[in-house]
């Protein structure tokens, strides 16, 4: 069964912490996405990958940074938590840009305390 | 840059009834439209894509949707909801350049009652 995993599904941290969400998809896709999701406000983009060691900044991402070492993990990394990153976290893959679906993992909440 | 607008953050139905939840778009470029499901506690799914070809498109569970391009518009449409349809529903939008990623609207929540 092709899926997306992250690697937890409830995070706490701290105000100032150094934050590494991890995100693994198996089905060799060459694109994957990190989306934030805040009530109200839908999904929005965070970063996003095309390739391997390549990234490209989304709608929001001030505050964020991200790695693609290998095809199959994308992570996101909060170089500084704070509480408005408070959130849930929601990472994709999809075989192509544009016309083909994403897929995408259960999520990770995130609270920042 | 291409954005979606979705008409209502709530929806109310009843067991039965017509389900509408509506999505405008914003594209300088035709482009390929979706709608994603996501369940409580799940993550999300693709319910339907428009990609150019008819249309109107038919996706799971019963629901289609009809792209307009005079209206600018990519509503969702079920003949009868069902308890199960209960859900928050996004439309998405991504322009036809490669490289382009999706852009999610708001959500709708949409409730049915029996």
């Known amino acids: 069964d092709v899926k997306v995993t992250q690697s937890s599904r409830y995070l706490v941290k701290r105000t100032g912490e150094k934050v590494f969400l991890e995100c693994v998809q198996d089905?060799?896709?060459?694109?994957m996405f990190w989306y934030r999701q805040d009530p109200g406000l839908g999904l929005r983009l965070i970063y996003f990958s095309y390739d391997v060691k390549m990234k490209e900044k989304g709608d929001i991402p001030e505050g964020y940074s991200v790695s693609r070492e290998k095809k199959e993990r994308f992570s996101l990394i909060l170089e500084s938590a704070s509480t408005n990153q408070t959130s849930m976290y929601l990472c994709?893959?999809?075989?192509?840009?544009?016309?083909?679906?994403?897929?995408f993992g259960s999520g990770t909440q995130l609270s920042v305390l | 840059a291409q954005s979606v607008t979705q008409l209502g953050s709530h929806v109310s139905v009843s067991e039965g009834a017509l389900v509408l939840l509506r999505c405008n778009y914003s594209?300088?470029?035709?482009?390929?439209l979706f709608w994603y499901v996501q369940y409580p506690n799940q993550g999300l799914q693709l319910l339907l894509k428009y990609t150019s070809a008819a249309t109107l498109v038919k996706g799971i569970n019963g629901f289609e949707a009809e792209f307009k391009k005079s209206e600018t518009s990519f509503h969702l449409t079920k003949p009868s909801a069902h308890m199960s349809d209960a859900a928050e529903y996004f439309c998405a939008v991504s322009d036809r350049k490669a490289g382009t990623a999706l852009i999610f609207g708001k959500g709708t929540t949409l409730s049915v009652s029996s």
């Open positions: 089905m060799d896709h060459e694109n």
């Open positions: 994709a893959s999809s075989l192509a840009m544009g016309y083909e679906k994403l897929l």
């Open positions: 594209s300088s470029v035709p482009p390929y």
